[in-house]
């Protein structure tokens, strides 16, 4: 079976720039999570969503960020503007009907 | 609130020591609990885990157990090897939503 998927694996952008990050989750998971890690502050729950529906936002940095399930297989992550500040890796985390969690890969992302 | 402490690291073994690291957690009610492990350039996988007091996971030659009497979930293995240098994640679910509570991380670096 083919685990949670992300793209892209690593981007480079320049501050002020829009990032799109792109995750499919598990086919029948019906949770999702993305998360921030850095070595600064570890391992941030950002958002997730319960049935396409974002349940806790409440780790959103700021209004630069914005996440969306618009169906159970696809969701993003959008900043806009990107500041050098949001260098991470983000992941992007389902589950099924259970409390564990699958991550995907991960993208590495580096705002200039 | 519920939160998840481990032991700072880095740790550095030599192959074949044995290994604890420590994890201790405050939850209200009866916690899921949850070992994680990031291996370098990837996301977190699921190590091991326990659903009520007394339970063992095991996993890989990594066992944790359940304490409830002094809320504690330590992990440990008998002999580690090189491919177990990674960092280590204890997790908690408390509720009856999907979030997990994180600890901040341990990282294991084996040297053979």
């Known amino acids: 079976d083919a685990g949670v998927i992300q793209s892209p694996r690593h981007e480079v952008t320049e501050m002020g720039q829009e990032v799109t990050l792109r995750c499919k989750p598990i086919s029948g998971h019906n949770s999702l999570f993305w998360y921030r890690q850095t070595m600064m502050r570890g391992l941030e729950l950002l958002i997730y969503f319960n049935n396409n529906v974002p349940i806790d936002d409440s780790g959103m940095p700021e209004d630069r960020f914005s996440a969306k399930m618009p169906n159970a297989s696809f969701s993003t992550l959008k900043i806009q503007p990107s500041e050098p500040r949001d260098s991470a890796v983000y992941f992007c985390?389902?589950?099924?009907?259970?409390?564990?969690?699958?991550f995907g890969p991960g993208t590495r992302l580096t705002v200039l | 609130g519920d939160s998840v402490t481990q032991m700072e690291g880095p740790v550095t073994l030599s192959e074949e020591a044995f290994l604890t690291i420590n994890c201790t957690y405050t939850?209200?009610?009866?916690?899921?609990l949850f070992w994680y492990v990031q291996y370098p350039g990837e996301g977190l996988q699921l190590l091991l885990k326990a659903t009520k007091a007394d339970d063992k996971g095991s996993n890989k030659g990594f066992e944790a157990t359940y304490r409830k009497e002094t809320t504690s979930f330590h992990l440990e293995k008998g002999s580690v090897q090189v491919s177990d240098s990674a960092v280590y994640f204890c997790a908690l679910n408390a509720g009856n939503n999907r979030k997990l509570i994180w600890g901040l991380g341990t990282s294991l670096a084996v040297n053979p």
């Open positions: 939850a209200t009610g009866y916690p899921s």
């Open positions: 985390a389902s589950n099924p009907s259970t409390d564990t969690q699958y």
